[in-house]
């Protein structure tokens, strides 16, 4: 039996998520697999890639042939150079944790309440006695000169 690690897709249309699959070489692309060793989300930036390194390893030493996507991304984790004895490359970018915003909103608070002024909501009718305050003064100053 040929085994291959190869990428299963799921997710929405446009909005694809993989899965690192081990598989039969003869069955379907989203069909049963082996044993799964990874993720691939190739749309997050930078992209998540997750695979179990032991697993791999393991794969790669009873003779699966990795798909030339699963490839790419076997080199990117170093675990295509571990199986052939080869300097391990760069590490991967990761995603920078998210704010918190409870923190945030906090820090937020505690300086309006440091006596800072608040701002006053801007409605229809406070521009419309804004300009008409504006066109006021206009005038006033237009006689006086």
């Not at 800072?116 to 006689?143: L, M, R, Y």
Request: proline share 7%; charged share 35%; no cysteine.
């Amino acid at each position: 039996m040929a085994v291959k690690i190869k990428l299963k897709r799921l997710g929405k249309i446009r909005s694809p998520h993989y899965r690192i699959v081990v598989a039969d070489s003869r069955t379907r692309r989203d069909g049963r697999a082996i044993e799964e060793i990874g993720l691939y989300h190739p749309v997050q930036n930078p992209s998540r890639i997750e695979v179990d390194s032991d697993r791999a390893q393991y794969w790669l030493s009873v003779g699966a042939q990795p798909t030339e996507p699963v490839l790419a991304i076997l080199k990117l984790t170093g675990d295509w150079q571990k199986h052939k004895g080869l300097p391990a490359p760069a590490p991967l970018l990761v995603a920078e944790p998210k704010a918190d915003k409870r923190a945030a909103f906090d820090e937020f608070a505690k300086t309006l309440e440091d006596g800072e002024p608040k701002g006053e909501a801007i409605t229809q009718k406070a521009k419309k006695s804004d300009k008409k305050a504006d066109e006021a003064a206009d005038a006033a100053e237009s006689t006086e000169a």
